[in-house]
Nanobody, 122 residues
Framework: QVHLVESGGGSVQAGGSLRLSCAAS????????MGWFRQAPGKEREFVAQ????????YYADSVKGRFTISRDNAKNTVYLQMNSLKPEDTAVYYC???????????????WGQGTQITVSS
Protein backbone atom coordinates (compact mmCIF):
# COMPACT_ATOMS: atom_id res chain seq x y z
CA GLN A 1 0.00 0.00 0.00
CA VAL A 2 0.88 3.67 -0.27
CA HIS A 3 0.66 6.01 2.71
CA LEU A 4 0.38 9.73 1.98
CA VAL A 5 1.13 12.46 4.53
CA GLU A 6 0.35 16.07 3.67
CA SER A 7 1.82 19.27 5.08
CA GLY A 8 1.84 22.98 4.32
CA GLY A 9 -1.76 23.91 4.98
CA GLY A 10 -2.78 27.09 6.74
CA SER A 11 -4.33 30.52 6.35
CA VAL A 12 -3.30 33.24 3.93
CA GLN A 13 -4.68 36.51 2.59
CA ALA A 14 -6.02 36.75 -0.94
CA GLY A 15 -3.20 37.14 -3.43
CA GLY A 16 -0.76 35.22 -1.28
CA SER A 17 1.02 31.92 -1.85
CA LEU A 18 1.35 28.57 -0.15
CA ARG A 19 3.06 25.30 -1.01
CA LEU A 20 1.64 21.92 -0.11
CA SER A 21 3.80 18.83 0.20
CA CYS A 22 2.73 15.19 0.11
CA ALA A 23 5.25 12.60 1.27
CA ALA A 24 4.59 9.04 0.15
CA SER A 25 5.76 5.75 1.59
CA UNK A 26 5.14 2.26 0.33
CA UNK A 27 5.37 0.50 -2.99
CA UNK A 28 6.18 1.84 -6.45
CA UNK A 29 5.63 5.54 -5.83
CA UNK A 30 7.46 6.51 -9.01
CA UNK A 31 5.00 4.57 -11.20
CA UNK A 32 1.88 6.24 -9.78
CA UNK A 33 -0.07 9.14 -11.12
CA MET A 34 -0.11 11.72 -8.33
CA GLY A 35 -2.30 14.72 -7.80
CA TRP A 36 -4.53 16.87 -5.67
CA PHE A 37 -8.25 17.21 -5.05
CA ARG A 38 -10.07 19.68 -2.85
CA GLN A 39 -13.40 19.82 -1.07
CA ALA A 40 -15.14 22.91 0.25
CA PRO A 41 -17.92 22.68 2.86
CA GLY A 42 -21.15 21.44 1.33
CA LYS A 43 -19.54 20.73 -2.05
CA GLU A 44 -18.32 17.66 -3.90
CA ARG A 45 -14.66 16.79 -3.95
CA GLU A 46 -13.16 18.27 -7.12
CA PHE A 47 -10.05 17.66 -9.17
CA VAL A 48 -7.26 20.23 -8.88
CA ALA A 49 -4.12 18.91 -10.59
CA GLN A 50 -2.27 15.74 -11.60
CA UNK A 51 1.20 14.72 -12.69
CA UNK A 52 2.50 11.55 -14.34
CA UNK A 53 5.42 9.40 -13.19
CA UNK A 54 8.06 11.32 -15.14
CA UNK A 55 6.77 14.76 -14.22
CA UNK A 56 6.56 15.69 -17.92
CA UNK A 57 2.75 15.60 -18.19
CA UNK A 58 0.58 17.77 -15.98
CA TYR A 59 -3.10 18.71 -16.03
CA TYR A 60 -5.00 21.34 -14.11
CA ALA A 61 -8.56 22.27 -13.40
CA ASP A 62 -9.54 25.43 -15.26
CA SER A 63 -10.18 27.15 -11.95
CA VAL A 64 -6.50 26.93 -10.94
CA LYS A 65 -4.72 26.95 -14.30
CA GLY A 66 -2.01 29.60 -14.42
CA ARG A 67 -1.98 29.98 -10.64
CA PHE A 68 -1.09 26.51 -9.31
CA THR A 69 1.87 24.33 -10.24
CA ILE A 70 2.22 20.63 -9.47
CA SER A 71 5.60 18.90 -9.35
CA ARG A 72 7.12 15.69 -8.01
CA ASP A 73 10.47 14.48 -6.77
CA ASN A 74 10.61 10.71 -7.05
CA ALA A 75 13.94 10.52 -5.20
CA LYS A 76 12.20 12.08 -2.19
CA ASN A 77 8.87 10.31 -2.79
CA THR A 78 7.17 13.68 -2.61
CA VAL A 79 4.68 15.63 -4.69
CA TYR A 80 4.16 19.39 -4.34
CA LEU A 81 1.47 21.90 -5.12
CA GLN A 82 2.64 25.49 -5.40
CA MET A 83 -0.37 27.79 -5.05
CA ASN A 84 0.00 31.42 -6.11
CA SER A 85 -2.48 34.28 -6.40
CA LEU A 86 -4.80 32.55 -3.97
CA LYS A 87 -8.46 33.53 -3.94
CA PRO A 88 -11.12 33.11 -1.24
CA GLU A 89 -12.82 30.51 -3.45
CA ASP A 90 -9.70 28.34 -3.10
CA THR A 91 -10.65 27.77 0.54
CA ALA A 92 -11.07 24.02 1.02
CA VAL A 93 -9.57 20.88 2.45
CA TYR A 94 -6.90 19.71 0.01
CA TYR A 95 -6.24 16.00 -0.44
CA CYS A 96 -3.19 14.39 -1.95
CA UNK A 97 -4.02 11.38 -4.13
CA UNK A 98 -2.20 8.49 -5.81
CA UNK A 99 -3.41 6.08 -8.48
CA UNK A 100 -1.70 3.48 -10.71
CA UNK A 101 -3.68 4.53 -13.81
CA UNK A 102 -4.26 7.82 -15.58
CA UNK A 103 -8.02 7.67 -15.04
CA UNK A 104 -7.57 10.27 -12.35
CA UNK A 105 -11.06 10.86 -11.05
CA UNK A 106 -12.15 10.84 -7.43
CA UNK A 107 -14.08 7.57 -7.53
CA UNK A 108 -11.07 5.68 -8.94
CA UNK A 109 -8.38 6.96 -6.57
CA UNK A 110 -6.71 4.16 -4.61
CA UNK A 111 -4.83 6.18 -2.00
CA TRP A 112 -5.68 9.44 -0.24
CA GLY A 113 -3.84 11.72 2.13
CA GLN A 114 -5.49 12.84 5.35
CA GLY A 115 -6.37 16.29 4.01
CA THR A 116 -5.04 19.71 4.95
CA GLN A 117 -7.06 22.90 5.39
CA ILE A 118 -6.38 25.93 3.21
CA THR A 119 -8.18 29.13 4.18
CA VAL A 120 -7.89 32.25 2.02
CA SER A 121 -9.27 35.46 3.49
CA SER A 122 -10.27 38.65 1.68
Amino acid sequence: QVHLVESGGGSVQAGGSLRLSCAASGRTFSSYIMGWFRQAPGKEREFVAQINWSGRSTYYADSVKGRFTISRDNAKNTVYLQMNSLKPEDTAVYYCAANPSNLFVSKNIQYWGQGTQITVSS
